[in-house]
């Protein structure tokens, strides 16, 4: 019955094609102006394609993570973290657990990258592992297992090498057009003196082309990875069996206006939310990755009667109030009634003390900052007098001075 | 973190869960937002963030000292007085990510300490505790 969640992608196919073809058309035009032949154009478009598209395939997942500065982390460095991912590997069936990264971060923001199911990566960054209970964390987590189950991450890399290749080929191909312009010697010009109106015409038509075709490729860029999100999140209720903990943790996101360091126009499709997102920018336009993060919740709390698909369209009909369904029938249907569990009592933090005491925040939210420390090698020492130095792994001397009681520590 | 003085990898200290970072250097001292509202909400302070943006706001101060980069944001901070006398000028950065503490700055703070009874006031818990970690800075 999950498989039949791709009868979905039939639109995906579209957009996809409809990007395709503005890639061939680049390479056409491209071709006309420097070569003199389409054909040739469109070799080099499709060679600089291909060889992008083999680089993302084998090494886009590593690219990504190094660029977001990921690390890896095993079932010892977070263990709440890990237990939770692999729940919803089972829930969702997955066949294998994907690597779990943690990016040192303060922003809170979570992705899924790699090329099938069985070769994935969640990333996470410190900042929401620190601030999300186990319900919301396990929210977050189903929503990009869905991403990897549902195959998106896939999709949203060729979708965006192609983009990148249009990106490449109109910004070179501008530029070569400006420079031939300005000194004056094309050997277009020489060769071809006849035919000046059909051939104004071309230019003209071109020169539009390498000016739009970027453009009109990170729309359709965005509204792939717009549908893709509605579909994540009913997966990820599905699977959780709860939608208030993805709710809540949409909401806690939201509401950090931190943004994240490392993210930039290309990558931030792939976040559970967009993370470059600006104060009074409008949320809802052409341009937006992701659907308005106010709808999603209100979406996910409409979820009343069960956590499954067809939950999900009553909620997002409820939401729209229009006819409207965002996950089709035959997908909704193959799903029996699914309903709603209870709330479990955790804190934030990997302790998940389900307690407010100002103490108690303080231990959590340390536990995360230690765990990273830990994996940038940090040495841990303990004074008498209470304090703990927490030295980088830099550190030459072999003693430090404790400030608080003057004592010498032995490293 | 590096210190944004020295550009070296700075030493964290913890006591009673709050984490500081101490640049063993310049001995200057960066007290993350983060930790300010563990500090306050152990002392019983509600309203953090209002106290934060007090110090955000706060005006700048004209001064010939060098300007630091924040090491959260890495956008430049401006100088501002924290305690009620401006004896105590620190470097606060823009969108609320910390304040540093020269190590001058330091040591005039336990100075400050030593010399007065301890007043009322929003940064007076802040200022006690730096000033209790790092009274030691020498054997």
Redesign the interface.
Known sequence: MWEQIRSNQVRSVFLIALIAGLLLAVGYFLGLYFFDSAVGGLVIALIVWAIMSLVAYFQGDSILLGMAKAKKITPDDAPRLYNVVEEMKIASGLEKVPDVYIIDD?ALNAFATGRDPSRASVAITSGLLQKLTRDELQGVIGHEIAHIKNRDVLLMAITAVMLGTIVILSWYASRFLLFGAMTGSGRRSSSRSGGGGAQAIVLIVGLVLMILAPIMAQLIYYAISRKREYLADASSALYTRYPEGLASALEKIGGSKQQLKSANQATAPMYIINPLHKEGMKAADLTSTHPPISERVRILRAMTGGASFANYNDAYRKVHSGKQVIIPKTAAAGIGAIGIRQASLAAPGELGLASEK??D???S??EV?DLM?RLNK?RTVDCEC??????????K?ND???????R?IRL | MLCPVCHQDALIVEYQNIELDYCPACHGVWFDAGELELLMGSAGVEDFQRYLEGIVRAPEVETTEKKHKCPACNHKMKKTYIDRDNKILVDVCHVGDGIWFDGGEVQNLIKELVEKSPEKGASQGVLAFVGEMFKHQTD
């Open positions: 303060p100002a103490s925040k303080a231990a939210t340390h900052s420390l940090y209470g304090a703990r130095w927490k030295i980088p792994p830099g550190f001397d430090v001075l404790c400030t608080r009681c003057g010498r």
